[in-house]
Every structure is written in structure tokens, then in C-alpha cells.
């Protein structure tokens, strides 16, 4: 069944008379079209009975088609109005449902193209086919994280006392394409207090003997699927008081999660497993963050690692398991994996070092 169809089938249930569909990752995941997002409107039409098609600008349809796309192409001239077009094709739908990231100037002109229908969003619909990965994706997942894997074994290459933030994270920057990547997504190399916050990317900070440096990396590979994997370095020396000690614990979390992780259990509780092993430890409020969140062809999606959401993991479904501790003012950890729920347990795509790596 194309994944089309089985957004349709869901779209019915939910009483959805359309799913519209504009350039992202709903799109690419539902046609293999990474249409750029312009100003001309392009927007797939996933009707709840009947064929799909794609309204797209006359200029734009050889590259939908070069992309694969499958479905009808109903092309417009730069004088048309494609919004006029779109609600003609639809006739006068009861409820449409638009995709999350949809521009609001667009949500705004559907509303005044079918002033009698009712909009939703189409996120729920989408992020449940997402959310359960094929055999394909699986696949793209694997790869990708391999190649994550790759770069995180040649950090030796770059990390070390002396350097700045900035000069090591273009290195791995670099090797993340080189090692089989499109996109590089993002690059977090936190070295010594910066480590303390969990989104801290670069800075000119010069690494320093000592510091526990927390490199988290990810890209998106040429089929559209995403990496993301942290690992904990050493600078060489020794490391400050009280981190090896919080290090230790978080391996045991991280890897009592991954054991815990399974069809039949819920989200939440993965997250409860490890957190309760911090706190006993006294690092509980240094966990300030969400055990983790879903991949695919977004690196962050559904389904969500955390407290109050009581999703049952069934198989095909990919998340980070990413514990961490963060100090304020002095360092942090973070041991991220990507699994993947298999028909009775876990795969992990990640199989680099969790130790902490001691480089100098
Ligand atoms: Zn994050
Ligand atoms: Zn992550
Ligand atoms: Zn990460």
C-alpha cells in the first residue's frame, strides 16, 4: 500500500475530508518530493475518497516528476489563482486538514477560498503513519546511523586541548558529509560549563585539559533520513570533581532504558526507568530535559520518551534514548543512541563508545 493510501484510510476515520499537504517533511515522506518551500504554492491533495493530486506551478512540474511524484500534477500559470484552483478541484469539502508547518498566509487564503470548511491540522493523521517505520526506513535509519558512527570514531582526528569549539566542530561539520550524509542538521560540541547546556552548538571557548566535552551530531543522509548521536570525551588530564561519578550513573540509566525499551511498554516509562536511577543518585534535577523523541525524515517527531505520554511502543517504532546531566556553571553528559522497537525487544542503530572517551 502506498503511503498515500494509508494516509487516506486514517484521514476517514478521522472524518477528514482532505489532508493538504505543502512542501516539508510530510510531504517528502507521503510523495519522495523535497519541493522546495516557495512562494508559488505547491500542495498535495490526499482526498478522503478518490485519487490524490499534486497542484504545483507550471514552472515546477518537471522536477516533481523528476522527484517521483505518482500522483496527477495539476500544473498553474503565474497568473492563476492557485488557491481558486485547489477549492474548485475540492468541490466544498465539510473539514480539510492542513499539514502542521503550513504557512499561515496560505491557511488564511484556503480559508477565504472555502469560507464553509472547516479546518484542522493534519499532524495527528501524518505523525501516526510516521511514527511507525517500514522495512525502507528501517533501513535509511541503520545507514544513517552508521554514518553518524563513523564520525564520532574519528573524533581523535579533532578533539583535543588547545582548540576552539568553533575549529572542531567544522572538522566533524566536514566529516559528517564525508562519511555519507546530505545535510548536515546540527553540531553541539560543548566543552567544560558549556557542556551544561543541552543546546549549546559552538563557541570560541578554547578546550581546555580536563573538560568533559559533549559532542552531539546529526545530518540527513540522500534518502531523507536523519542522525543523532552524543558521545562523552575527555580532553585529556583528569576530570573535575564529582563527574565521573554522575557518569557512571548515567550509563547505568541509559542502558537500564534501552533494556526497559520494548513493544507493549509504554513511552513514559522509559523515561521513568532512568530518571529514577538519577534520582537516587541525587543527579534527579540535573535531568532537565525528556529522555527523548522520534526519527525519521525529521530528527525530532513523534513519538515523544517522556512523562505523561502513554503511547504503547509498538515495532517500527524509532527514538533517541538520550539521558543526560547538566551542571550548571561547571560541565554536562548526554549518552544518545537512536532504537528502534522490533517485533519483541529493541534494535540499537548506534554502536560507537559510551564510556567516556579519553582523548588528548
Ligand atoms: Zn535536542
Ligand atoms: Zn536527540
Ligand atoms: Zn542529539
Given at each position: ?48 475518497d ?28 503565474e497568473t ?23 504557512w499561515?498566509?496560505?491557511v ?43 564520525v ?31 545535510h ?41 533520513y ?12 583528569q ?42 543518585a ?10 527523548g ?8 517527531e ?13 515495532p ?45
Amino acid at each position: 500500500m502506498q503511503r498515500w493510501e494509508r494516509a487516506q484510510a486514517l484521514a476517514k476515520e478521522s472524518e477528514i475530508d482532505a489532508l493538504l499537504v505543502t512542501p516539508g517533511a510530510d510531504l517528502r515522506y507521503l510523495t519522495g518530493y523535497a519541493a522546495k518551500p516557495l512562494e508559488r504554492l505547491t500542495c498535495l491533495v490526499v482526498p478522503a475518497d478518490g485519487a490524490p493530486f499534486l497542484v504545483a506551478p507550471n514552472l515546477e512540474v518537471s522536477a516533481a516528476e523528476s522527484a517521483g511524484v505518482d500522483v496527477e500534477i495539476v500544473g498553474w500559470n503565474e497568473t492563476d489563482d492557485p488557491f481558486a484552483l485547489l477549492a474548485s478541484r475540492l468541490g466544498s469539502p465539510r473539514r480539510i486538514a492542513v499539514d502542521d508547518q503550513m504557512w499561515a498566509s496560505r491557511v488564511l487564503a484556503l480559508r477565504d477560498a472555502l469560507p464553509a470548511t472547516e479546518q484542522t491540522l493534519a499532524g495527528p493523521v501524518l505523525s501516526h503513519l510516521r511514527a511507525r517505520k517500514d522495512a525502507a526506513e528501517i533501513e535509511a535509519l541503520r545507514e544513517a546511523s552508521a554514518a553518524i558512527d563513523r564520525v564520532h570514531a574519528r573524533m581523535a582526528e579533532w578533539l583535543r586541548p588547545g582548540r576552539t569549539e568553533r575549529e572542531v566542530g567544522a572538522d566533524i561539520a566536514r566529516a559528517i558529509l564525508d562519511e555519507g550524509h546530505e545535510h548536515v542538521d546540527f553540531v553541539i560540541v560543548g566543552s567544560g560549563p558549556n557542556g551544561a547546556s543541552p543546546h549549546h552548538e559552538i563557541s570560541d571557548r578554547v578546550i581546555e585539559v580536563g573538560d568533559p566535552v559533549v559532542v552531539d551530531i546529526g545530518g540527513t543522509t540522500p534518502v531523507g533520513y536523519c542522525s543523532d548521536s552524543t558521545r562523552n570525551y575527555l580532553a585529556g588530564g583528569q576530570a573535575p570533581d564529582g563527574y565521573l561519578d554522575a557518569y557512571a550513573v548515567l550509563l547505568v540509566a541509559q542502558a537500564v532504558q534501552r533494556a526497559h525499551a520494548r513493544p507493549g511498554v509504554t513511552a513514559e516509562s522509559v523515561d521513568r526507568v532512568g530518571r529514577t536511577i538519577l534520582a537516587e543518585a541525587g543527579l534527579g534535577d540535573l535531568f532537565i530535559h525528556r529522555t527523548g523523541h522520534g526519527i525519521g525524515v525529521e530528527t525530532h517527531e513523534e513519538p515523544y520518551i517522556v512523562e505523561g505520554n502513554d503511547l504503547v511502543l509498538e515495532p517500527g517504532m524509532a527514538f533517541s534514548i538520550e539521558p543526560g546531566f547538566y551542571l550548571p556553571g561547571r560541565y554536562g553528559a548526554r549518552i544518545e543512541d537512536i532504537a528502534i522497537c522490533t517485533a519483541d525487544g529493541l534494535e540499537v542503530l548506534n554502536s560507537t563508545e559510551r564510556q567516556l572517551v579519553v582523548l588528548d
